[in-house]
């Protein structure tokens, strides 16, 4: 029997049922709403956000790609689906999600903003390890091909060999000594070029390591502490919160610069003012520092261990 409610009202009970963490529930009375009014974005982002507690991360997706697609703004559609693909391990589609709710939010003045900011910094650290991961698997197929190379090297020596011969005994035992050294020397290079950069080792497990029995046999610690200690400019370290900033702005009444999100959350408790040099200021009072976030996203791009600074 079909539902004599309207499609808000399921909305109501849904939320209800959220609020209860009975989010198998709330997705019913979601789905029948969007039923009622397929039209709506906030039904389908309401049960995305339901499918997120419940880690059916590609259904998030799923929604949430109607939901921009009815509402293009949509900060918790890019919101949402930014954490999914983040949970699928698309760390680029999540970056690039993260970014364009980090936008509206701005834009929208929405409350999600510094969660947003937090997401954005993990996306950027995924990625960086996605990339360390990818250059230790590229170095493991040059080693095989390599070393492959050396082996069909010196059976075509092998068999050009006269086996009558009487020097046979001898050239053989120096082609063996050849291949040993050449491999040897092979194997020192690349697990060089293999190893997981310094900073990256906490984060990548052992089968990441060219260890793994596919390439050249290392043993780094995944687990070491580093030699050399982890340090972030403090220029790029927000004042307030003394985390690495992601949209720096530049207060035009001190020249401090400081993280949009969490100057925004100084101003709405009504502290309008500078929080170190303690001047007036507010929201007109600042700009974009496009120099600073520049460095900041190449300091990022080549050391993702520092979003967890």
Request: net charge negative.
């Amino acid at each position: 029997m079909s539902s004599t409610l309207t499609a808000d009202q399921h909305k109501l009970m849904g939320n209800e049922h959220f609020k209860l963490k009975a989010f198998d529930e709330a997705i019913a009375e979601y789905s029948t709403a969007i039923v009622k009014d397929p039209k709506v974005a906030a039904y389908y982002s309401n049960r995305a956000n339901c499918y997120l507690k419940l880690e059916k991360y590609t259904m998030v997706v799923s929604d949430c790609e109607r939901v921009v697609e009815l509402e293009p703004k949509s900060v918790k559609g890019y919101y949402f689906m930014g954490k999914a693909n983040l949970e699928l391990s698309q760390p680029s589609e999540a970056y690039a999600m993260l970014k364009k709710a980090y936008e509206f939010a701005l834009e929208q003045r929405s409350s999600f903003t510094k969660d947003i900011v937090l997401l954005i910094s993990e996306a950027k650290k995924q990625k960086w390890l996605e990339e360390e991961r990818r250059r230790i698997a590229q170095v493991s197929e040059t080693y095989r091909y390599l070393a492959g190379l050396i082996e069909g090297d010196f059976q075509r020596q092998v068999d050009a060999l006269d086996t009558t011969s009487e020097g046979y005994q001898e050239s053989l035992s120096d082609f063996k000594v050849d291949r040993a050294m050449r491999l040897e020397q092979l194997e020192t290079m690349m697990q060089r070029a293999g190893a997981p950069h310094e900073y990256a080792k906490p984060y990548l497990s052992h089968k990441d390591s060219l260890s793994n029995g596919t390439g050249p046999q290392s043993s780094p610690n995944p687990n070491a502490a580093t030699t050399t200690p982890r340090e972030v400019p403090d220029y790029m370290l927000d004042k307030i919160t003394f985390e690495f900033m992601h949209d720096p702005v530049i207060s035009t009444k001190s020249g401090i610069s400081y993280e949009r999100a969490t100057l925004l959350e100084h101003f709405s408790h009504g502290r309008m003012f500078d929080p170190v040099a303690q001047v007036p200021l507010t929201e007109r009072d600042i700009i974009p520092n496009r120099a600073l976030k520049e460095a900041c996203e190449d300091f990022i791009s080549k050391n993702g261990w520092a979003v967890d600074y």
